[in-house]
């Protein structure tokens, strides 16, 4: 085999998710055990997702990945945990097509070459790794020939980035925390797929994409350490509000999922807070983006739009149906008006017919856009959001077969 030079490659494609209920803190660092179950939506892979390409050859003489074209070290203990953890699962593969066959026993000996692209800023708080670990196990298992199911295959996402294991099912899923000290309990399971409640819109306020100064791992650490709130949030709060979710997301009830994952998000930046020294993940655009919200809603007699923020000051806007996300955009875009020199396609990207719906085709029908009725002396602030991203909830992940697609070089198995 050793004297082969061929190049056997598989790509896939992983969403990304956000948690309606959050994930934060951990019981088992090395294992990435949380201290309480958690539930997301999968984000449409058009619009936020990470592509990957793996490859094996006989010619390459270590494991190497490329991240969005610049290689990274592969030496850290979470990415050795996915590849070990996925070699000891592997099985016979055998392409006819190319004349290539490996034998199980042959998976410890062969190195791997990765190479990964996110369409969306990296480690901004839009759950980056969460699609990369995701995509990458994903895709090692479909190379390696591993019969693990994708519940499975979450659990070991899960020793790359906590919520990575979430990105292997579309919809809305549930991170089961487990109970058992191997962590062969704490996995993903799909609680709806995506067209269950296909009404619902997502709006996304990128307000910087800029790397975030204390990592969600740091961050996690200080606030298991530090923090009392936590420990009443994790052992009391969320068992109750994971049923309360669940029962919204299944009867399709917007009004309880908005109060839940509203309320959720607000007490996950609390806890944030009340970690020594106090984590600060939202700035002043964030919070004014939850009181336009609020008082939307309030104005309405009942919620058209959820907010949640992960670890980072992007707001994350989920509209109860199409015309309460035409509605929400055009009060963004009221108040959070481009520069103007801004390409109005890249200001709003992802599905763009919402803008066609809001009636705006050119920056001066932003400027024309009316105050909303339900705040007095609405102020304008321009610059203060970068882009706005309109996608839906998503599907799980998927191989690409077109070759054309990967990102590594079928021939040389080096990033093209």
Not at 5 to 21: F, G, S
Not at 76 to 87: A, K, M, P, S, T
Not at 186 to 209: G, M, N, R, Y
Not at 366 to 385: C, F, M, N, Y
Request: with cysteine; charged share 25%.
């Amino acid at each position: 085999m050793a004297e082969q030079t061929w190049v056997r490659l598989v790509t896939a494609q992983t969403p990304t998710n956000i948690a309606v209920i959050k994930y934060w803190g951990k019981r088992d660092e090395t294992l990435i055990l949380p201290v309480n179950d958690s539930i997301s939506v999968t984000l449409d892979p058009e619009h936020l997702c990470t592509t990957t390409t793996v490859a094996v050859s006989p010619s390459f003489d270590q494991d190497r990945m490329w991240l969005n074209g610049k290689e990274i070290s592969l030496s850290g203990g979470r990415y050795q945990n996915c590849l070990r953890e996925i070699r000891a699962r592997a099985c016979d593969v055998e392409d006819e097509e190319k004349g290539i066959k490996i034998a199980r026993k042959d998976w410890e000996k062969l190195h791997i070459h990765i190479a990964s692209y996110n369409n969306f800023p990296t480690a901004a708080g839009l759950a980056s790794s969460a699609a990369g670990f995701a995509c990458l196990v994903f895709a090692l298992a479909k190379l390696m020939n591993a019969k693990e199911e994708n519940s499975q295959l979450s659990a070991i996402a899960r020793q790359g980035s906590g919520s990575a294991c979430r990105s292997l099912f579309g919809g809305f899923v549930k991170w089961i925390m487990g109970k058992t000290e191997d962590g062969s309990d704490s996995l993903a399971v799909q609680l709806v797929d995506e067209k269950h409640w296909d009404d619902l819109v997502i709006i996304i306020a990128v307000v910087s994409s800029r790397q975030k100064e204390t990592s969600s791992t740091t961050g996690m650490r200080d606030t298991v350490e530090t923090s009392l709130l936590l420990q009443h949030r994790a052992q009391e709060i969320v068992p109750k509000r994971i049923v309360e979710m669940e029962e919204a997301i299944k009867s399709r009830d917007f009004a309880s999922f908005a109060q839940l994952t509203c309320a959720d998000s607000n007490q996950f930046h609390a806890v944030c807070l009340d970690t020594r020294p106090p984590i600060f993940y939202m700035n002043d655009t964030s919070h004014r983006i939850i009181s336009c919200v609020e008082k939307w809603n309030r104005s309405e007699g009942t919620p058209q739009v959820a907010y949640t923020f992960d670890a980072g000051p992007n707001a994350v806007l989920i509209a109860r149906d199409r015309k309460a996300a035409t509605q929400l955009l055009q009060k963004l875009l009221f108040y959070f008006p481009p520069q103007p020199d801004t390409d109005l396609n890249s200001y709003v990207i992802g599905d763009k017919s919402i803008l066609k719906d809001a009636g705006i085709e050119a920056l001066k029908d932003i400027d024309a856009l009316p105050p909303p009725p339900e705040i007095k002396d609405a102020q304008r602030s321009k610059g203060d959001v970068s882009y706005f991203i309109c996608t839906r909830p998503g599907r799980g992940p998927i191989l690409l077969s077109d070759e054309t697609q990967a990102l590594l070089d079928p021939k040389t198995g080096l990033p093209k």
